[in-house]
């Protein structure tokens, strides 16, 4: 059984940089694709960025080029590095896993692993 830990959350001021990390445990083989979605206040979850085995990324449209996925294979890591924050970017951050080949933003209801978020507040 796979479980997510995320961290790296934080209060930050506009225009700053956090990097948000999720350590995956357990069976990790058998997970082709991970995420990060994110959920403010009052609003649906939305997805931010995705990558699968190969590498390949997906970000939501706004996101791109502020945003950046990556992963440490060797320490079973995923990183979502944010640049330029923004007031809007305000939400509880979830590290996801999907053991299928969906792995876009918009493939959420695939995901069937969450972490338990991670808080990022851009005043």
């Known amino acids: 059984h796979v479980q997510l830990v995320e961290s790296g959350g934080h209060s930050v001021q506009a225009g700053g940089s956090l990097r948000l990390s999720c350590v995956a445990s357990?069976?990790?083989?058998?997970?082709?694709?991970m995420g990060w979605f994110r959920q403010a206040p009052g609003k649906e979850r939305d997805g931010v960025a995705a990558i699968d085995k190969s590498g390949m990324t997906t970000y939501a449209g706004s996101l791109q080029g502020r945003f950046t996925i990556s992963k440490d294979n060797a320490e079973n890591t995923l990183y979502l590095q944010m640049n330029n924050l923004k007031p809007e970017d305000t939400a509880m951050y979830y590290c996801?896993?999907?053991?299928?080949?969906?792995?876009?933003?918009?493939?959420?209801?695939?995901?069937?692993?969450w972490g338990q978020g991670t808080q990022v507040t851009v005043s």
């Open positions: 357990g069976y990790t083989n058998s997970r082709n694709c």
């Open positions: 996801a896993t999907n053991r299928g080949f969906r792995c876009t933003t918009a493939d959420g209801q695939y995901f069937d692993i």
